[in-house]
């Protein structure tokens, strides 16, 4: 590992345990009931672990890991994100409104390339009608904008969990180390306010 790694790595071990004085507010176990859903990232990983509380102790957030099913033992400081599960909702209405505006410009845009010029005039025409590029135009909007309200109202249809950031537990400043995406550590900082 680089000299410089190392030492931000050091620095970072010994600022762990310090508090934010003027931040210190003490646990708020009654914010975190036995039961709730929730979403922790820890200060020596990026990836969050969701699982259901088990208890919140003046130091320690013990937990249920979803994924492993494994009890979790996390110091209080350690917990550099906190979020609160607020159920799954869908998006239908915003998916159709996305999806029709959508529809209605690819569709007019659609309309408008594709149309072709009649070629009245040529033998044996008896009737002959051509709109022009307008008529088509809407006609593409049209379809276009009801496939795509249907699209989007299907896909918004799919339930999607919504997640509701809480304060830190103890109102404490975290610094941590943790793995970078693209290989080494990374400082990793949080405030609460």
């Given at each position: 590992?680089?000299?410089h790694l190392t030492a931000i790595a050091a620095f970072a071990v010994v600022l762990l345990p310090l508090p934010a004085s003027a931040q210190n507010v003490g646990p708020a176990g009654a914010a975190l009931p036995a039961g709730t859903r929730i979403r922790a990232t820890l200060a020596t990983s990026f990836h969050p672990v969701v699982g259901e509380v088990i208890a919140l102790r003046a130091d320690t957030l013990v937990m249920r890991s979803e994924s492993t099913g494994d009890t979790i033992a996390v110091p209080v400081g350690q917990v550099f994100r906190l979020e609160v599960s607020e159920g799954t909702r869908t998006f239908r209405r915003q998916g159709a409104k996305i999806?029709?505006?959508?529809?209605?410009?690819?569709?007019?845009?659609v309309g408008v390339v594709s149309h072709r010029d009649a070629g009245c005039g040529g033998e044996g025409a008896m009737l002959?009608?051509?709109l022009g590029p307008g008529v088509d135009m809407t006609f593409g909007a049209v379809i276009g904008g009801a496939a795509g309200a249907l699209v989007g109202a299907l896909l918004g249809s799919y339930p999607i969990e919504v997640w509701k950031r809480t304060?830190?537990?103890d109102g404490r400043q975290r610094l941590g180390i943790a793995p970078s995406p693209r290989g080494g550590i990374v400082l990793t900082?949080?405030?609460?306010?």
């Open positions: 590992m680089p000299r999806g029709l505006v959508t529809g209605l410009a690819i569709g007019a845009i002959c009608i051509d304060d830190s537990l900082t949080s405030f609460a306010f």
